[in-house]
């Protein structure tokens, strides 16, 4: 059973309500495509859910009031370095038509979602202490500030000062957060710091005073620590599911502290966790301020929508997904898509096919050794069958919008078809016009040069050492271009002309490549020599025949 039905099906056993599932992420700048997996495991959970009957809600919650820690590479530090400290939404967006820095990172990641099929309903932060939700939270996690002090301690075994509060304000004389501290608590309103050494990578202004920790529609005062806003968030949601990355999930992390403020301070049932694995780019992890690795927008330049998602659902959660789009990975990902849409439509044929229709078994005696046959065979078809459950439950998942089949046609093929002139019918005639433009892309930026080639517009000189043999087929090939042919059939002909002749299909073929592309392999040599005008190929053929 695939892993999301698992968990949807002990999620049902709950038999609450409403099973609220949701996501975080802060919109720091372009979020990597490893934080898009967070948001499909969690879109898993809640089709698993729905498909079951169970009453489900998703949301996603933009962390638009976290403050700017650090400054991405692919801004002008002189623009915005002024803004570090401060929180995301009170930074303007670095292209225009946005309400805010946040804003626009977040609607960036929102579009690429979307397209693979996620649509959780969004909740900005901002939203949620402007609202006024996250006050009784607020109060309740000052007053116990001394229980969350033992909780750190508990984990992290260091002991806090007795002035440390899990709150810092937006000091309203400088903007920022990183900078301040809570010193004190009298049960309605805190006395902060900015201090000018509070980080090492901007400075406070030192500015004192004492305010309300309460936000209201007029403004907002402050923000609980993340660790605990994280439990007291989920209180204010209605939060019931929230999975995160293996390093929130790690024994002591970030999960473990906000758990027992759940337990301990703010008396909410810890939502069900689901821990998973990093994504990585070519053994990386990802960071958004830093650029490494892909942001989730450019990974929608290299794969289809279907095959993105495809790629986040097929890898169990338990797993790193390591992608590299060099090499071979890109094609073998279209043959595993290819695939398990192959065993999704089958399932669906044998579906139709009654149980009732089937033959009884003939009564007779079984000997042990033809029941232990028969109990491997009935081992490996159930393993088999399972296998093929699971590959046809992951197509259906992946798909993004109706399910359809895909082509046929392997990506490797539509790779050489895209190098070769003239295929535009063959194409269409395949319905790979959505993704040939991935396969151009593949080619250019990332296939092997094994891969690569180009019709040579003259002769290349390799082609000039061939024997008499290759070049009798070649003029043997060029004579049938007379001929109508498909290309099918004019690939099985190549090989009968080759045997005729006494020569190898190996010798035959590298004859054509070094002739036309001035390589000793290449794509199918029947598409690529119908690709090109007939006229020019038969010149070729005759000059080296000369």
Excluded at 44 to 62: E, P, R
Excluded at 82 to 95: A, E, H, N, Q
Excluded at 402 to 414: A, H
Aim: include cysteine; hydrophobic fraction near 35%.
């Amino acid at each position: 059973m695939f892993w999301a039905d698992r968990v949807a099906e002990e999620l049902k056993e709950r038999k609450l309500p409403l099973e609220w599932i949701d996501d975080m992420k802060t919109p720091s700048g372009r979020i990597h495509v490893g934080a898009l997996r967070g948001v499909v495991i969690h879109d898993l959970v809640n089709k698993a859910l729905l498909s079951k009957g169970v009453k489900a809600k998703y949301t996603y919650v933009f962390d638009n009031h976290d403050p700017m820690d650090d400054l991405p590479v692919y801004l002008s530090r002189e623009k915005f370095e002024k803004y570090l400290g401060m929180p995301l939404y009170k930074i303007p967006s670095p292209v225009s038509g946005f309400e805010s820095y946040a804003k626009y990172y977040a609607q960036e990641f929102i579009d690429v979602f979307t397209k693979i099929g996620c649509d959780p309903k969004i909740i900005w932060a901002t939203d949620l202490y402007l609202s006024g939700k996250m006050n009784s939270l607020i109060k309740e996690c000052l007053d116990k500030a001394d229980v969350i002090r033992e909780i750190y301690e508990e984990l992290y075994k260091r002991k806090l000062s007795n002035d440390w509060f899990p709150f810092q304000v937006f000091c309203p004389n400088c903007g920022k957060v990183s900078t301040t501290r809570v010193t004190g608590w009298d049960g309605e309103k805190v006395s902060f710091i900015c201090g000018t050494d509070r980080v090492k990578w901007t400075k406070g202004c030192r500015f004192k005073n004492s305010i309300s920790p309460f936000s209201n529609k007029d403004g907002i005062a402050g923000k609980l620590s993340w660790k605990v806003e994280w439990a007291c968030k989920w209180k204010t949601i209605g939060v019931t599911v929230e999975g995160a990355g293996k390093d929130h999930m790690s024994r002591g992390g970030s999960h473990d502290l906000a758990s027992l403020v759940c337990k301990r301070v703010i008396d909410y049932p810890v939502p069900y966790p689901i821990a998973y694995e990093w994504f990585l780019i070519g053994g990386k992890k990802m960071s958004t301020s830093k650029g490494v690795g892909s942001s989730a927008s450019e990974m929608l330049e290299i794969l289809p929508p279907e095959l993105l998602r495809f790629l986040m659902v097929k890898t169990k959660i338990n797993q790193a997904i390591n992608f590299d789009p060099s090499g071979d990975t890109i094609p073998k990902l279209f043959d595993e898509y290819q695939k398990s849409a192959d065993a999704y439509f089958r399932m669906q044929s044998k579906s139709s096919y009654s149980s009732s229709d089937q033959a009884k078994p003939e009564s007779r005696e079984v000997s042990s050794e033809d029941s232990s046959r028969q109990a491997r065979t009935i081992d490996s078809k159930m393993s088999s069958d399972n296998q093929n459950e699971d590959m046809a439950r992951v197509f259906q998942l992946s798909q993004v919008e109706k399910i359809k089949r895909p082509p046929s046609v392997r990506f490797s093929i539509l790779a050489h078809w895209a190098q070769m002139p003239n295929m535009e019918k063959e194409i269409k005639k395949e319905g790979l016009e959505n993704w040939v433009k991935y396969a151009k892309l593949w080619v250019e930026k990332y296939a092997p040069e094994s891969e690569k080639f180009a019709v040579q517009k003259e002769l290349p000189d390799q082609a000039k050492k061939l024997s008499s043999q290759q070049q009798k087929y070649l003029k043997k090939i060029g004579s049938e271009l007379e001929k109508k042919w498909n290309a099918e059939e004019f690939q099985k002909n190549l090989y009968e002309w080759a045997k005729e002749l006494d020569l190898s299909s190996k010798d035959a073929f590298a004859a054509i490549y070094l002739s036309l592309i001035g390589k000793d392999h290449g794509p199918k040599a029947g598409w690529l020599i119908l690709s090109l005008e007939k006229g020019f190929v038969q010149k070729r053929f005759r000059d080296i025949a000369l």
